[in-house]
């Protein structure tokens, strides 16, 4: 549609702008541009997965495919997918704590990502790591059923959030 093309072209420019060689060459130790993702912040890239009604974009999931290749285009050293998906599935999550968590993700106050491969058997999923930069907060979630938050962690005090 032409929506798309929009959210295509749009992207294509903002990457080929934000994410040039010399930039993704000076991301290597860290992998991540933090210039790279203030703009993509700004243009709501994290909360896209999230509705609108909790402070998101309520993109489809197309729009986020469309974002996803223009920045593997131009090798993005940004966590794009993880942090779309992990604030995606902090909005399925109830809870005052879960939104606060959410919202820190949204303002850009956290960097929060799933880092899958902390999961030792991606078919049992008994553990999905959320990093935020420089520190580690973890989800533990259990297939079985809703994810919970459980305890008092909040985002600006603890290094955890568990689910299950």
């Known amino acids: ?31 991540f541009d933090s210039k790279l993702h203030d703009k ?18 309520g993109g ?20 794009l997918l993880e942090e779309v ?25 956290r960097l929060i990502v799933l880092d899958l491969a902390a999961a030792r058997d991606p078919r049992a999923c008994d553990v999905i790591a959320v990093k935020v930069c420089h520190d580690v907060h973890r989800l533990v979630s259990c297939l079985a059923g809703e994810p919970r938050l459980l305890g008092d962690s909040k985002p600006e005090h603890s290094s955890s959030i568990k689910f299950d």
């Open 1 to 31: 549609t032409e929506e798309q093309e929009i959210v295509r072209s749009t992207f294509a420019r903002l990457f080929a702008e934000e994410s040039t060689p010399e930039r993704v060459r000076g991301a290597e130790p860290l992998g």
């Open 40 to 57: 993509l912040l700004g243009a709501g890239v994290p909360g896209l997965r999230v509705p609108e009604a909790l402070g998101g974009g």
């Open 85 to 109: 998906l992990a604030l995606a599935l902090l909005a399925r999550l109830p809870g005052a704590d879960a939104r606060e968590w959410l919202q820190c993700g949204l303002a850009g106050k």
């Open 60 to 79: 489809t999931l197309l729009d986020l495919l469309l974002v996803a290749e223009q920045a593997g285009r131009c090798l993005a050293s940004v966590p």
